[in-house]
């Protein structure tokens, strides 16, 4: 079966898949501006709730050691940051990648 490569902008990703707060940490990052953070552990309680979605809702914020980031449908254990939980499932054999908006330098933008 052929697997399906999709590239997805932060607001596309929002959107379409709309993540979910993290309900174990209060403080959570990654608020997708709506003030409520998703970013989930990789360990501890968090591990474990994060075990139990289905999972094509889960998907996995990676550091490429380049000092770039980027989310990564599915979950990933290499250079993994954290995980999220999404209200709709991407669909099956498919991989999706979720890229940021780069902010503009200061210096770029004097």
Same mark, same amino acid.
């Given at each position: %079966?052929?697997?399906?490569?999709?590239?997805?902008?932060?607001?596309?990703?929002?959107?379409?898949?709309?993540?979910?707060?993290?309900?174990?940490?209060?403080?959570?990052?990654?608020?997708?501006?709506?003030?409520?953070?998703?970013?989930?552990?990789?360990?501890?309680?968090?591990?474990?709730?994060?075990?139990?979605?289905?999972?094509?809702?889960?998907?996995?914020?990676?550091?490429?050691?380049?000092?770039? %980031?980027?989310?990564?449908?599915?979950l990933h254990?290499?250079?993994?940051?954290?995980?999220?939980?999404?209200?709709?499932?991407?669909?099956?054999?498919?991989?999706?990648?979720?890229?940021?908006?780069?902010?503009?330098?200061?210096?770029?933008?004097?």
């Amino acid at each position: %079966m052929t697997e399906t490569f999709i590239a997805l902008t932060e607001d596309e990703f929002c959107t379409q898949f709309r993540p979910l707060p993290n309900p174990i940490a209060a403080h959570a990052q990654m608020d997708f501006g709506d003030a409520k953070g998703c970013l989930i552990e990789t360990y501890g309680p968090e591990w474990d709730f994060i075990k139990s979605f289905d999972r094509y809702r889960v998907w996995t914020l990676i550091d490429n050691n380049a000092g770039d %980031m980027f989310i990564l449908s599915g979950l990933h254990w290499i250079n993994r940051l954290g995980y999220l939980i999404t209200a709709n499932p991407w669909p099956k054999n498919t991989t999706i990648e979720v890229t940021f908006e780069d902010e503009p330098d200061s210096e770029e933008s004097s």
